[in-house]
């Protein structure tokens, strides 16, 4: 009986170990799907590239009227052909009733570059200017169809050469408004080049904001008086370089508000692709490219590094003032005189645009030195597709675990 209790309990451990782990709900769930059809794909990786649509945008916004120096001359498809002055006359009354016996206007040139010179022509303006305003050669005010006569009330040749130079003006200008029979210069005057320069290259003037940094001081006219030896300053108290330049496709400046817009739409790449890197990618032409002129660089210790700031804007209307502004993407420099490539990292602002986060109003690429200093770059954009402006996005979809083969 007891051997025949042993076998039986032998038989009933058997069935356990036998069927008893297989319907088991804790057992490896490899068992389980050996035989399935289940296969999960790894995510893929896929590389977009879009040539974008690119504008010139040309803003009236604070800049043009706050260089450290004036400019006249032709550089690198830039051309400074005239000056904006406009003085301060405020203290005139101060010397009513003395006899005017000689005016000049003086002309402290800072910087010249080479051994040629700029015939010029003075020139009273037939309307006011701002210089926070954004003036092109094509939108500054007229000026008179003669020039203001020197000492002998003739309209003498004037050349601008290097050092302080100075210009007889006729007297009677200045008497009569001292005596309150005519104006002095009511808008200012506008210094313009009478030919084109037989060189390239930028003479430099002190603009009126450097007169506590720089020797020799702003432009001004000096009055001197019969039987009395002080002589009268008047200062220039607003001043502009008006510049026009090459129709070059794809440039970008700095002292005048122009800026590249960038247009795109990222279509192709799924909303729940993962970005591993974005890039807005130019290419420069350094043929056209300024830092910084010679003056800046001699003088102030500029470098030849243009200074950028690319941005998104509040909208995509150019002419809505909200398109001057919106949220920073990158800001740097590069140099501008180097044909090169240029990366400028967009990783967070495409993720953004692919989540939903933001919305796509393309991007602005301004000089961020707009307010103070000429600068330009030039970018390719002809016909040639590795040359054009592109964004570049390496991005990843998500493993497939719908059970496909």
Excluded at 64 to 86: P, V
Excluded at 106 to 129: A, Q, S, T
């Amino acid at each position: 009986m007891r051997r025949n209790t042993i076998i039986y309990t032998v038989l009933i451990l058997l069935f356990i170990i036998l069927y008893g782990c297989s319907s088991d709900p804790e057992a490896p769930v490899i068992g389980r799907f050996k035989d399935s059809t289940y296969v999960p794909d790894a995510g893929e990786t896929f590389f977009y590239s879009e040539i974008l649509q690119h504008s010139i945008v040309h803003l009236s916004t604070n800049v043009g009227g706050h260089c450290s120096f004036l400019k006249l001359g032709w550089n690198k498809g830039l051309k400074f052909e005239t000056l904006l002055l406009d003085f301060d006359f405020d203290s005139l009354v101060n010397y009513i009733g003395k006899t005017v016996s000689k005016v000049t206007l003086k002309f402290p040139v800072r910087m010249y570059p080479g051994n040629f010179d700029l015939k010029i022509g003075l020139y009273e303006l037939n309307g006011p200017f701002s210089e926070d305003d954004s003036l092109l050669s094509g939108t500054a005010p007229t000026w008179a169809d003669t020039q203001i006569p020197d000492s002998l009330g003739f309209v003498s040749e004037r050349i601008l050469r290097a050092g302080s130079l100075e210009f007889s003006i006729a007297s009677d200008i200045v008497q009569n408004a001292i005596d309150g029979t005519g104006d002095l210069w009511e808008n200012g005057i506008a210094v313009h080049l009478e030919e084109e320069p037989d060189s390239m290259g930028f003479y430099e003037i002190n603009s009126a904001d450097t007169l506590a940094d720089l020797e020799g001081g702003p432009i001004a006219l000096i009055v001197e008086f019969e039987d009395d030896t002080t002589n009268a300053f008047f200062g220039v108290k607003r001043d502009y370089s008006l510049v026009s330049y090459d129709n070059d496709d794809l440039a970008l400046l700095g002292g005048v508000a122009t800026r590249i817009y960038f247009e795109f739409n990222l279509e192709g790449i799924s909303d729940s692709a993962t970005v591993n890197n974005a890039e807005l990618v130019l290419n420069v032409d350094g043929s056209g490219g300024l830092g910084a002129s010679a003056g800046e660089q001699e003088l102030l210790g500029a470098t030849l590094d243009f200074y950028y700031y690319l941005y998104s804007p509040d909208v995509a209307d150019a002419l809505d003032p909200s398109f001057r502004e919106g949220t920073g993407v990158d800001e740097g420099v590069f140099y501008p005189e180097v044909t090169g490539e240029l990366r400028f990292p967009l990783k967070r602002y495409t993720e953004d645009i692919l989540d939903g986060s933001r919305i796509n109003y393309g991007l602005v690429l301004q000089s961020d030195l707009e307010e103070t200093r000429f600068q330009k770059a030039l970018f390719y954009s002809g016909d040639v597709d590795s040359l054009m402006p592109r964004i570049e996005i390496i991005y990843s979809m998500p493993a497939d675990f719908d059970g496909e083969k």
